[in-house]
């Protein structure tokens, strides 16, 4: 995911990353393949019944186990049969999409975007899933020229036309910035090559997330990009102009706060795509596989430990109807073992005791995405260009050089060109996407906007139907805050390893793919657990 509004992946190396989300649904399908692909595992067909959770059974010789797994709330909680789960009204967390004026045929990505090739996970899931794909090379802007530009909230410091020859363009672009735009390349590449290795053996799976950085080689968290930078001798301009506007877009961050970690994968962009409908689609077939049962509107509120049982207590809680009233069910049910797979900050949920490894509160950045619909282009002034210039279709930011006004806006592009049907005749409207620290008001989306003066003489939205004919607006917790840090959360919160937590990660890498990472890597631990458990209650045989 990235949260982004990249569409070209020509253009998208140079601000990429598969976003920071809480996808805790990945480590619910992970759970359940990890232990039906182990030696003497077998899923029971039964389902148990789980609030804000899914609960699943899975058979040891001597005993059945009960896994729930609790995800992010965010406005309305789910609650999955066969493992526990996330906390809104739909399945895949901060991966969704809307239909453009309301129509379900024509989505668009509100959370994570794209995800690229070496995000082994995903790819797998979209193959197993029999899942189509979009590349990002370009989509109908009704031959509307492509032009990324880097606007710095004075003046543009890069302007790309992708009406030319790739080759061309490389060259321009290496002829402005020199050898920094060879030596980010090289980082990056060498980077994920590090990145790779926390998914095999010896250091997969991991009970130490800083360990395995150590291991793999991954020190770049422990210091700002603009300190790795100027170590791997990558200066500005390119830092600034390029880097710098990858991380603002996919993280709302700037150098010289964001870790190097997380500004190498921003460049990592080979193959970027997304799943044709929607990216949510991977963690909904996830979920739904085996045939997993799905309730939606639960609330976990407390987990509670049974000493004398050796298992958690959750409760819950969700709406109910006779049809007349409503009124609130609440249920409990107890668990062998359970996974927090969410931000524990945003949960609300009380755990006793409290956990032997607490996971620290982590600051995450407030992100508004607006997406809408208009007849009309970009305004060539408000850029500070000619009447007559093409303003870029896709604009990213960065900071001014001397220190002045910056941008309001992280990034603001045109996605393609779309029918609006709910006018007649219809037309052809543009579809934008904005990323803002702030959430813009109706007369900031106008003034952008090239439109005459005589349609926009009043601020009311009634009078601007004809302007902004469509609009949605969404407010994330999108991913942390990327200080430098070497020292990340346990994944296992409790000293019995029965309590476990997987987002973590995100202050490493937050990445669509490295929550999966860390869901699988969860899984696996406790899979290892259960199989030395099943080792240790089977009696040796008498030696003759």
């Not at 197993?128 to 990002?136: E, G, K, Q």
């Amino acid at each position: 995911m990235a949260f982004t509004n990249t569409r070209s992946a020509k253009w998208s190396r140079f601000w990429y990353s598969a976003s920071a989300l809480l996808f805790s649904l990945v480590t619910i399908a992970w759970l359940v393949y990890v232990y039906a692909t182990s030696s003497n595992a077998k899923q029971l067909s039964k389902p148990i019944a789980g609030n804000n959770t899914t609960s699943t059974k899975f058979s040891c010789p001597n005993k059945a186990k009960r896994v729930a797994v609790i995800g992010k709330p965010t406005s309305k909680n789910i609650t999955i049969r066969k493992i526990l789960s996330a906390s809104q009204n739909y399945l895949g967390g901060r991966s969704t999409s809307v239909g453009v004026y309301g129509d379900a045929r024509e989505q668009v990505e509100v959370g994570a975007s794209i995800f690229v090739d070496a995000n082994y996970n995903l790819v797998s899931a979209v193959e197993r899933f029999n899942l189509s794909t979009v590349a990002y090379d370009g989509e109908d802007l009704d031959g509307l020229t492509q032009i990324l530009g880097v606007w710095n909230g004075q003046k543009f410091v890069f302007i790309q036309n992708d009406d030319g020859y790739e080759w061309w363009n490389n060259l321009k672009l290496l002829w402005k910035y020199g050898l920094s735009t060879i030596r980010t390349q090289r980082l990056a590449d060498e980077t994920m090559n590090k990145f790779l290795k926390m998914y095999e053996a010896p250091i997969f799976p991991f009970k130490s997330l800083g360990e395995a950085a150590t291991r793999a080689g991954l020190s770049a968290s422990g210091k700002t990009s603009a300190q790795l930078l100027k170590e791997s001798g990558i200066h500005a301009p390119f830092s600034s102009d390029i880097i710098q506007a990858a991380t603002r877009v996919n993280y709302a961050q700037n150098l010289a706060q964001i870790h190097g970690l997380e500004a190498m994968v921003c460049m990592v962009v080979n193959g970027a795509m997304s799943v044709n409908g929607g990216n949510w689609q991977i963690f909904d077939r996830m979920l739904r596989h085996n045939q997993n049962e799905i309730l939606l509107d639960t609330r976990v509120t407390d987990i509670s430990l049974l000493e004398d049982r050796g298992q958690y207590r959750v409760k819950s809680t969700s709406p109910m109807s006779n049809g007349l009233e409503a009124s609130t069910n609440t249920e409990a049910r107890n668990f062998d073992t359970v996974i927090i797979a969410g931000p524990l900050q945003f949960s609300n949920i009380s755990i006793r005791p409290t956990p032997a490894f607490p996971p620290a509160s982590t600051p995450y950045v407030t992100l508004y995405v607006t997406l809408f619909t208009s007849p009309y282009r970009l305004n060539p002034s408000k850029f500070g260009l000619h009447n007559s210039a093409d303003v870029p279709t896709a604009i990213l930011t960065t900071l001014p050089e001397d220190g002045g006004s910056s941008a309001s806006f992280f990034s603001l592009s045109i996605l393609r060109t779309v029918t609006n049907t709910h006018i007649q005749p219809s037309r052809r409207e543009y579809l934008y996407k904005l990323f803002s620290p702030t959430p813009p008001s109706l007369k900031d989306l106008i003034e952008t906007l090239n439109v005459p003066a005589r349609n926009h003489t009043s601020s009311s939205m009634n009078d601007h139907k004809s302007v902004i004919t469509w609009k949605y607006d969404k407010k994330w917790h999108s991913y942390p805050y990327l200080s430098p840090r070497k020292t990340f959360d346990s994944p296992q919160l409790d000293v019995m390893g029965k309590l476990w937590y997987t987002s973590g990660i995100e202050p490493f890498i937050s990445t669509m793919e490295t929550s999966s990472l860390m869901g699988k890597n969860v899984a696996q631990l406790i899979v290892d657990d259960w199989l030395l458990e099943e080792a240790a209650s089977i009696p040796e045989k008498a030696v003759v």
